[in-house]
């Protein structure tokens, strides 16, 4: 079965700081990959997909990056992080039906 | 993508029949209705898919009328734990289909 794995699960970064968050996927090969952020009491919003190795397509302008180095690895980062960055960030994949996600990882920016 | 809109907020209580309907007023022809539960800090949870009529599981039915521009979403019997926010969701193809999450309907269910 697939396994979707984010880390770490929660973070505290003072402002100006650096960012790396980690997805992995296991139990499928060549997946569509997925990044969003939930603000508090709001909608999930999606920052970036990638559809295959060194692909990657960005929704919204942000200081965020993505990259996909491996085929089941996408990871999200930061280079200086602002308190609007703040939220809860949840990776994702594609089957033929359905989205699944990652248990997420709490940011908070001080 | 359909854009979809959906209550902000439904009560109920333990027992009830929940619905909870969507607008989705340009739907394609090609597009699927997906329906989600997400609970407090964790990831939205697939619930139920529909293309049109009446689709149901385990969990929960979805009822499409025949100019697919709604739908609802009928959660029987609802339980506390039943206390989530579900969201709505419209799209086409499977393998490139960038899931547009609004803010979706946030129900509480009371004892």
């Known amino acids: 079965s697939q396994t979707i794995h984010q880390w770490p699960a929660t973070l505290v970064q003072p402002v100006g700081s650096p960012l790396s968050l980690e997805c992995t996927v296991e139990?499928?090969?060549?997946?569509?990959l997925y990044w969003y952020r939930q603000a508090a009491g709001r909608g999930l919003q999606l920052l970036f997909y990638?559809?295959?190795?060194?692909?990657i397509s960005s929704e919204v302008p942000q200081n965020l990056s993505a990259s996909r180095p491996q085929d089941r690895q996408f990871i999200l980062s930061s280079k200086k992080l602002l308190l609007s960055d703040s939220g809860f960030y949840l990776c994702?994949?594609?089957?033929?039906?359905?989205?699944?996600f990652g248990p997420g990882t709490r940011l908070t920016v001080l | 993508l359909a854009k979809t809109t959906q209550p902000i907020s439904m009560d109920s209580y333990e027992g009830q029949e929940v619905n909870i309907t969507c607008s989705h007023n340009?739907?394609?022809?090609?597009?699927?209705i997906t329906w989600y539960q997400q609970f407090p800090s964790q990831g939205p949870r697939f619930i139920i898919q529909?293309?049109?009529t009446k689709v149901t599981n385990e969990v929960a039915s979805l009822f499409i009328p025949a100019d697919r521009k709604s739908s609802t979403l009928s959660l029987p019997r609802v339980s506390l734990s039943d206390t989530a926010v579900y969201y709505c969701?419209?799209?086409?193809?499977?393998?490139?289909?960038?899931?547009?999450f609004g803010a979706g309907t946030t129900v509480t269910v009371r004892a």
């Open positions: 994702a994949w594609n089957s033929e039906d359905e989205q699944f």
């Open positions: 139990g499928t090969s060549n997946p569509n």
């Open positions: 990638s559809v295959g190795i060194g692909q």
């Open positions: 340009n739907i394609a022809t090609n597009d699927y």
């Open positions: 529909g293309y049109k």
């Open positions: 969701l419209v799209g086409a193809t499977y393998n490139d289909y960038k899931l547009s």
